[in-house]
């Protein structure tokens, strides 16, 4: 399982450097030859996002290995400690983004500074640019859920941020096509905002999957509806989770009748560790702990 979810986030992020790739070059000289600035910067966004894409790819060989003696719980920390580090890029960026609006929103509205007009043909960039990485953004949100990957799910969400740049980037040069210069600025204002939620998010979400957060609300009431499905169960006297990686560990402590055998009470705890565990796909293991309780007509609703 691990090395097919491995293969997964291997692949996906080498389409990702490709295309990637690609669309730095047609933006850089498109840019270039075109006079487009603001396509130029976008180039190196490209670029920089080929950078974290290789983040990505030698992440999955750390986070996806097997258990082994000096790490029993799996390297799955590895992917979340990635997420964080591509939701800290994405608020650098949207930081660059914005210090870099305001001085041209500056100089347009006090120091009448002039947008050279690009060429026509930085639009058709510009509209390759949006189709490709929209289409990287659903296909590593579908990939990141196969392989289980917060670092993959993180990566997708850039794409998604850079396909808010380019509508920008586009805004821009067709302010700058009809002399309407401050669009640029005010379009790279709005995308900041929405860039500094994205890597805010993904940032958070990476941080309470290292520090083991719980479970929300949700997912303990599944379990309990679990638990006390088995008729067995007199009361549930504790119920603890923790997010490792995108996943869950349950850890339970579950009163039955003092006089069932040990045989017994084993096999009522082994099913419904197993009726959790096949329940819900995002726990990974459940560990219960049964506990002497009352007769079974002396149960008190939990």
């Known amino acids: 399982m691990k090395a097919r979810e491995e293969k997964i986030i291997q692949k996906n992020t080498i389409f990702t450097i490709f295309a990637n790739t690609f669309l ?78 305001f001085i041209k929103l500056y ?78 600025p005010v379009a790279s204002i709005f995308i900041l905002i929405f860039i500094l939620k994205l890597g805010y998010k993904i940032v958070k979400t990476g941080v309470s999957q290292v520090v083991d957060a719980a479970a929300d609300d949700e997912q303990i009431t599944k379990i309990r509806k679990i638990v006390l499905s088995t008729k067995e169960v007199i009361s549930i006297d504790e119920i603890k989770t923790r997010l490792f990686g995108v996943k869950y560990y349950v850890d ?17 705890a082994e099913k419904i560790h197993d009726d959790i565990e096949n329940s819900l796909s995002d726990v990974i293991h459940c560990m219960i702990h049964v506990n002497p309780g009352k007769e079974k007509e002396n149960k008190k609703s939990s």
């Open 24 to 101: 730095a070059i047609i933006k850089l000289v498109g840019g270039i030859l075109g006079n487009s600035s603001v396509l130029i910067t976008d180039a190196i966004n490209s670029i920089s996002d080929i950078a974290t894409n290789l983040v990505v790819f030698v992440s999955a060989k750390f986070s996806k290995k097997e258990k082994d003696q000096d790490h029993p719980y799996g390297h799955d920390k590895f992917d979340s400690m990635v997420s964080i580090f591509l939701g800290v890029a994405l608020i650098i960026t949207a930081f660059e983004v914005g210090k870099s609006a």
């Open 107 to 184: 100089g347009v509205l006090f120091e009448n500074l002039v947008i050279s007009v690009p060429a026509w043909y930085t639009i058709a960039i510009v509209g390759v640019t949006l189709v490709v990485k929209e289409f990287l953004y659903r296909k590593t949100k579908v990939d990141a859920k196969n392989a289980n990957s917060q670092a993959l799910l993180a990566q997708a969400w850039d794409h998604r941020s850079d396909t808010l740049t380019s509508i920008g980037a586009l805004i821009g040069i067709l302010g700058a096509m009809f002399n309407l210069g401050f669009l640029d």
């Open 252 to 268: 339970l402590e579950i009163s039955l009748d003092k006089n069932l055998s040990l045989e017994n009470a084993h096999h009522i």
